[in-house]
């Protein structure tokens, strides 16, 4: 008998507006988000790695213009792409992650690379480039991943002297921009990946928590597989996937409790907005968010496929 999988991605969450959100920007988002989460659950049917699923599932995301990590990233406030990217395999809790990267076209696939090829979790800037490029990785020139939509919010945020956008006329600038996949495999290994652009207008080479174990992605078998998104300083402050996992495994909270007692306790009376997608040892999938929506999909343990945007549906 064939163990049950499961998957569930997130395209961010954040204030995304109804009203400002055209049918023609929907379906093509909800069209991304579908392709996501079939590609990762196509290697899963197969038989094959929840991390490799992952990886998948976050790809297509990366290679939308629609999501704030690869091809739609964000611009910084020298009007460069800086991408940061992890992963996590629950086996034996190996960890890759990559931080500031302006040159590769899926960092979701260089933290892989980190974790399996390197001695290393964590990788930034010109050192994870030259480590991608040992690597088979191909050279990525910035105009492949700039967008107009991108460079019309950097102006705005450098108006304002903002790091948030406060009006704009996409439904979905004021949502914190990360892309992740969690997984359940039929061999009953955990994992997660998590990739992003970061914050529009960003200096100083800064980093969120996409990029760190713990607050960004966590993955442990037995227990519980998360990916976040939000206000990124927040999340590593909270170490908010870690703590959805330690509320599991010490208190055996399930996955349920313990993703809305993080993303609706402590981490929202803080000020932090966001969201998380987790999956746990049985294929029980919760997505968790503070926020007005989260992009997002799965496919559950009985195959069936669900695709959302608003917190009320």
């Given at each position: 008998?064939?163990k049950?999988f499961?998957?569930?991605?997130?395209?961010?969450?954040?204030t995304?507006?109804?009203?400002q959100?055209t049918?023609?920007?929907?379906?093509?988002?909800?069209?991304?988000?579908?392709?996501?989460?079939?590609?990762?659950?196509?290697?899963?049917?197969?038989?094959?790695?929840?991390?490799?699923?992952?990886?998948?599932?976050?790809k297509?995301?990366?290679?939308?213009?629609?999501?704030?990590?690869?091809?739609?990233?964000?611009?910084?406030?020298?009007e460069?792409?800086?991408?940061?990217?992890?992963?996590?395999?629950?086996?034996?809790?190996?960890?890759?992650?990559?931080?500031?990267v302006?040159?590769?076209?899926?960092?979701?696939?260089?933290?892989?690379?980190?974790?399996r090829?390197?001695?290393?979790?964590?990788?930034?800037?010109?050192?994870?480039?030259?480590f991608?490029?040992?690597?088979?990785?191909?050279y990525?020139?910035?105009?492949?991943?700039f967008?107009e939509?991108?460079?019309?919010?950097?102006?705005?945020?450098?108006?304002?002297g903002?790091?948030?956008?406060?009006?704009?006329?996409?439904?979905?600038?004021?949502k914190?921009?990360?892309?992740g996949?969690?997984?359940?495999?039929?061999?009953?290994?955990?994992?997660?990946?998590?990739?992003?652009g970061?914050?529009?207008?960003k200096?100083?080479?800064?980093?969120?928590?996409t990029?760190?174990?713990?607050?960004?992605?966590?993955?442990?078998?037995?227990?519980?597989?998360?990916?976040?998104?939000?206000?990124?300083?927040?999340f590593?402050?909270?170490?908010?996937?870690?703590?959805?996992?330690?509320?599991?495994?010490?208190?055996?909270?399930d996955?349920?409790?313990?993703?809305?007692?993080?993303i609706?306790?402590e981490?929202?009376?803080?000020?932090g907005?966001g969201?998380?997608?987790?999956?746990?040892?049985q294929?029980?999938?919760?997505?968790?968010?503070?926020?007005?929506?989260?992009?997002?999909?799965?496919?559950?343990?009985?195959?069936?496929?669900?695709?959302?945007?608003?917190a009320?549906?």
């Amino acid at each position: 008998m064939t163990k049950p999988f499961a998957i569930a991605i997130h395209g961010g969450a954040g204030t995304i507006l109804r009203d400002q959100m055209t049918e023609t920007l929907k379906q093509e988002i909800l069209a991304a988000l579908t392709q996501s989460v079939q590609a990762g659950a196509a290697i899963l049917e197969a038989g094959g790695d929840a991390l490799d699923a992952t990886v998948a599932a976050v790809k297509v995301m990366e290679d939308s213009p629609h999501f704030n990590a690869g091809k739609g990233s964000v611009l910084t406030h020298d009007e460069m792409v800086e991408m940061d990217a992890s992963v996590m395999h629950g086996a034996a809790m190996d960890a890759g992650a990559i931080a500031g990267v302006r040159h590769i076209r899926n960092p979701i696939e260089l933290a892989r690379d980190v974790m399996r090829d390197s001695d290393h979790v964590l990788l930034i800037g010109e050192g994870a480039e030259k480590f991608a490029f040992e690597h088979q990785h191909q050279y990525t020139e910035q105009d492949y991943f700039f967008t107009e939509r991108r460079y019309e919010q950097l102006l705005s945020m450098k108006e304002k002297g903002l790091f948030a956008l406060s009006e704009s006329k996409y439904p979905d600038d004021k949502k914190y921009g990360t892309v992740g996949a969690v997984a359940l495999d039929s061999h009953g290994n955990l994992a997660a990946a998590t990739s992003t652009g970061g914050v529009t207008n960003k200096k100083y080479g800064r980093v969120g928590d996409t990029a760190i174990i713990g607050a960004g992605t966590f993955a442990e078998n037995g227990n519980v597989a998360v990916s976040t998104t939000g206000m990124g300083e927040y999340f590593i402050r909270k170490t908010v996937a870690g703590d959805v996992a330690a509320r599991m495994r010490y208190l055996k909270e399930d996955v349920h409790t313990a993703c809305e007692t993080v993303i609706q306790g402590e981490l929202k009376a803080m000020g932090g907005e966001g969201g998380l997608i987790a999956v746990d040892a049985q294929g029980d999938v919760h997505f968790g968010m503070n926020s007005s929506g989260m992009y997002r999909a799965s496919v559950d343990c009985h195959g069936e496929v669900t695709v959302k945007i608003y917190a009320d549906e």
